[in-house]
């Protein structure tokens, strides 16, 4: 493996690219994660007051929005999921890069795949969290409405 100074140097400004990707796919991440913590916290808090609720249609609203909470958990979860796999795609797209730049190896193909299937996740990740979202409005709106 003879690798010059100037075939690195191109292959680290090749990899700079998808890095950016990953640092939005991280914060993407922190916010999804935010937003489980605020869902658990109001589900445990919403729990609590269950157990308190003696009259029947407040108890029935409660355990309404329980139900809803506990969806828009599953929906981030996956959200979540899909966001971590694409990020590994992403990793694996960088060390194809560096291993295609370092050895006569052609992985033009095999970069293509994890950057297509990085967006493909990362785009179903997005639209989860759109779902989660207007799960989330729908259900202050219906809060409002009562």
Do not use: Y
């Not at 690195?8 to 914060?27: C, E, K, N, Q, R």
């Not at 960088?94 to 052609?106: A, D, E, K, R, Y």
């Amino acid at each position: 493996m003879d690798v010059s100074a100037s075939t690195l140097a191109m292959t680290i400004h090749t990899a700079v690219a998808p890095v950016f990707l990953l640092a939005g796919i991280a914060g993407f991440l922190n916010v999804l994660s935010a937003r489980l913590g605020r869902i658990v916290d109001r589900a445990r808090v919403l729990e609590q007051r269950v157990t308190e609720l003696e009259e029947s249609v407040r108890l029935d609203v409660a355990n309404a929005e329980l139900r809803t909470l506990w969806r828009r958990v599953k929906i981030i979860n996956w959200s979540i999921g899909l966001c971590t796999a694409s990020a590994l795609m992403v990793c694996l797209l960088v060390v194809s890069l560096f291993i295609g730049g370092m050895w006569t190896f052609n992985s033009d193909e095999v970069i293509v795949v994890f950057f297509v299937v990085a967006l493909l996740l990362l785009i179903v990740a997005l639209v989860l969290f759109l779902k989660e979202v207007q799960l989330a409005t729908r259900l202050l709106q219906g809060s409002a409405n009562a």
